[in-house]
């Protein structure tokens, strides 16, 4: 690993990366497709692809930590190799939560499930993937930007799925269960959105040197820029 050179090596994690992310990506798109079909044929299959995810995530993990032991980079290779550590963490968050949908599809009614917004709310995050990915291979801060910006759709459809499930729920003779099934996969596809938005951020600290996470004034006053 010593004779090659740094920007070779953080190349080569770089590429385990987006590698793990096409995976998570295929998984949650299924997710999608099976929830919007109810479709339950393929948690299996679904669950090893979820293994195959995980085993990677430590792969790459191992990788990153003998690259910072043997190599000990500085600057903004050092801040690379913590942006793909953390970035790493949150893909295998994603997938988990793509099992989670799959998981419920057995107790969704599809003609129920049709009446939320789940397929636009799963298009939403599912872009907000792919651009914060994108936007880690090219440092692209205002793509960066752009999926925080985001998450603020997502959760404004998450609440309105909890506000109408909160309500309906109160009413005689409504099958409760479908309703809770409605709350926990609008949750999962919320979370999401906040493990890409981290991806975001991560996104932003490489290329700006900032740490976004923990400075709600500074986020905060991130969105409203984009607002206006």
């Not at 050092?78 to 970035?87: G, N, Q």
């Not at 999926?147 to 998450?158: A, G, I, P, S």
């Not at 409605?182 to 596809?189: L, T």
């Amino acid at each position: 690993m010593a004779d090659r050179p740094v920007h070779e090596h953080i190349k080569d994690l770089s590429k385990s990366l987006i590698i793990i992310s096409d995976k998570v990506l295929r998984n949650f798109d299924g997710a999608l497709k099976a929830l919007l079909s109810a479709d339950d044929r393929t948690l299996q299959d679904v669950r090893l692809a979820d293994d195959e995810i995980d085993a990677s995530e430590v792969r790459l993990e191992e990788q990153c930590l003998i690259f910072l032991a043997l190599q000990q980079p500085v600057a903004r290779d050092l801040r690379t190799i913590i942006t793909i550590l953390k970035i790493n963490t949150d893909l295998e968050r994603i997938g988990d939560l793509a099992v989670h949908i799959y998981e419920r599809i057995p107790d969704v009614d599809s003609e129920f499930i049709a009446n939320f917004r789940f397929g636009e709310m799963g298009a939403i995050a599912k872009e907000m993937v792919q651009k914060s990915i994108q936007a880690f291979v090219n440092k692209d801060r205002k793509l960066a930007e752009e999926v925080c910006f985001m998450d603020e759709q997502l959760d404004t459809m998450h609440r309105e799925v909890f506000k109408r499930a909160a309500s309906e729920i109160k009413l005689a003779g409504v099958d409760t269960n479908q309703y809770i099934v409605a709350m926990s996969i609008s949750r999962y596809i919320e979370r999401i959105g906040d493990h890409t938005t981290r991806i975001a951020r991560e996104v932003l600290y490489l290329v700006t040197g900032e740490i976004v996470r923990h400075t709600e004034g500074s986020f905060e006053k991130l969105i409203q820029s984009l607002k206006d």
